[in-house]
Each structure stands twice: as C-alpha cells, then as structure tokens.
T-cell receptor, first 115, second 110 residues
Framework: DAGITQSPRHKVTETGTPVTLRCHQT?????MYWYRQDPGHGLRLIHY???????DKGEVSDGYSVSRSKTEDFLLTLESATSSQTSVYFC??????????????FGAGTRLSVL | EDQVTQSPEALRLQEGESSSLNCSYT??????LFWYRQDPGKGPEFLFT?????EEKEKERLKATLTKKESFLHITAPKPEDSATYLC???????????WGAGTKLIIKP
C-alpha cells in the first residue's frame, strides 16, 4: 500500500459522536486526499491537502473537517457522526497535483459504521 | 457536467474467456485517464495511465486503450486471480480533481 497506513481499520460509533480517522505516509508525498466509497458510487473526494496546513474541500466535504500538521499525517474528523457517513474511507497520496501525470496511491481503507 | 460511466456493472466470465470493460467520460479536454484494480477489503491499486487518443498500454493479460470519449480494458484469457473490481478515473475540467466511475466487478470462474 505504498507506505500508507490508515487507522483504525474498522470503527463502529454512535450518531452524534466525534470520530477521527488517521492517515500516515512514509513516502514524503506533498498531496494527500480523503475519499469515501459507497456502493453504486465512484470514489468521492472529501478533502485534500497540498502541503502542511494547506487543505481544500472536495466534492462531498459537508460534515467533515481535516488537518495536516506534519507532512506524513492527514486527519479526517467527523465532528458529529451521522448514519449517512457510514462508508469506507480511503486515504490517498501523490507526489504532485491530482490528475495530470501524478498517480494517486491508496491506503487499505477504514470501514466506519455509524449506528 | 463532468461524468465517468463504467459498463457493465458486473461481468462473469469463464476462465480463458476474453472480454472488454468500458469507461466512457464527458470532459471537454482530456488530461489523462487512469485505470485501477480493487480487491475486496483493499484500496485501489494503480494499473495504467493513458494520456492521448490512440494510446495503448499492456500488463500481463490486460490491455488498456483510449479514444476521445472512452477507454476499454481488454482482458485476454483471464484467470480467476483477475477477479476484482476495475475502476477508471479522469481529471475534472475545472480543477484537476479526479472523477471516478462506479467500477466494473469482474468475476472469473475456473
């Protein structure tokens, strides 16, 4: 998984509780991404980061926040989890801007269930 | 609207039975197309990047081709270990974010 570690791998939580997912990389790549994957949908971008403390919103950012205090770590926070946020979350990294010639490499994913 | 559509949603083949998966897209200026493989419970794994119409790339039993409006992933004499979900993605017009298809689930029966 290209030196990408996601934690936890599985989590069950209750509606209204905060949840933080962590992505750690050892590749020193500048760009990091958080996606969610749901049946019948393609991967959808939540947030991405283009450097330490530099982040931007993706397609489905409502209800999520992110932080990047170090090159190697990118955190995704659900401030108050809802059942619609039940999904599989993937972290990805790339050496340069998304798209173009910069390939994105993915972690193994975190399966989150919000009851 | 930028869109990526993959077909079929699922494909069941016998071992050795060749076929093709389709990825069609609507972006005004193609900036590349990516194919990934995803095994159950794992993250997507990069396979190919194609940049211009007419380009082809091969890897073992897989060959990816690209036209102005679609890409095909041809699978020749597949084996059970080729069973996976195959995803394609293209950069969006507006900001180079990737837009992803929903995938084709390929099942190869021995």
């Amino acid at each position: 998984d290209a030196g990408i570690t996601q934690s936890p791998r599985h989590k069950v939580t209750e509606t209204g509780t905060p949840v933080t997912l962590r992505c750690h990389q050892t590749e020193n790549h500048r760009y990091m991404y958080w996606y969610r994957q749901d049946p019948g949908h393609g991967l959808r971008l939540i947030h991405y980061s283009y450097g330490v403390k530099d982040t931007d919103k993706g397609e489905v950012s409502d209800g999520y926040s992110v932080s990047r205090s170090k090159t190697e770590d990118f955190l995704l926070t659900l401030e108050s989890a809802t059942s619609s946020q039940t999904s599989v979350y993937f972290c990805a990294i790339s050496p340069g801007p998304h798209g173009a010639k910069n390939i994105q490499y993915f972690g193994a994913g975190t399966r989150l269930s919000v009851l | 609207e930028d869109q990526v559509t993959q077909s079929p949603e699922a494909l069941r083949l016998q071992e050795g039975e060749s076929s093709s998966l389709n990825c069609s897209y609507t972006v005004s200026g193609l900036r590349g197309l990516f194919w990934y493989r995803q095994d159950p419970g794992k993250g997507p794994e990069f396979l190919f990047t194609l940049y211009s119409a007419g380009e082809e790339k091969e890897k073992e039993r897989l060959k990816a081709t690209l036209t102005k409006k679609e890409s095909f992933l041809h699978i020749t004499a597949p084996k059970p270990e080729d069973s996976a979900t195959y995803l394609c993605a293209v950069p969006m017009d507006s900001n180079y974010q990737l837009i992803w298809g929903a995938g084709t689930k390929l099942i190869i029966k021995p």
